[in-house]
């Protein structure tokens, strides 16, 4: 996560991460709430605690504890690995349509 940016947590009215975010939310923030939303659901489902998908998924449990506070966002590596390990889909697929009704509409032409 950039120096500057705030944790997702900064961006809900009451507890992260069960409190909608705020209206001005980033999208980076959508996405964080969406992935530890999933992520706390099959850990309950598994009944695994942080520590465990930590181990499972071969990274330190303190980064899974961060992501589940919502103090950092997962990096991809991070996200791959704990998708392997829980076997399930963390990364929230079309949440593009919900970030893009709160951002900027594209110029014409920005094709990538």
């Known amino acids: 996560m950039p120096r500057n940016q705030l944790p997702p947590a900064d961006f809900t009215a009451g507890k992260w991460p069960d409190a909608e975010l705020v209206p001005d939310a980033p999208p980076e923030a959508v996405i964080g709430r969406a992935l530890v939303l999933k992520l706390q659901g099959r850990m309950k489902a598994l009944k695994w605690s942080a520590r465990e998908v930590a181990r499972r998924a071969g990274v ?40 893009a009704e709160r951002a900027a509409p594209v110029a014409d032409g920005g094709a990538a």
């Open 60 to 99: 330190s449990h303190g980064t899974v504890n961060r992501v589940l506070a919502g103090e950092v966002l997962a990096d991809t590596a991070t996200i791959v690995r704990l998708e392997l390990a829980l076997q399930v889909d963390l990364y929230p697929a079309g949440l593009w349509a919900q970030i």
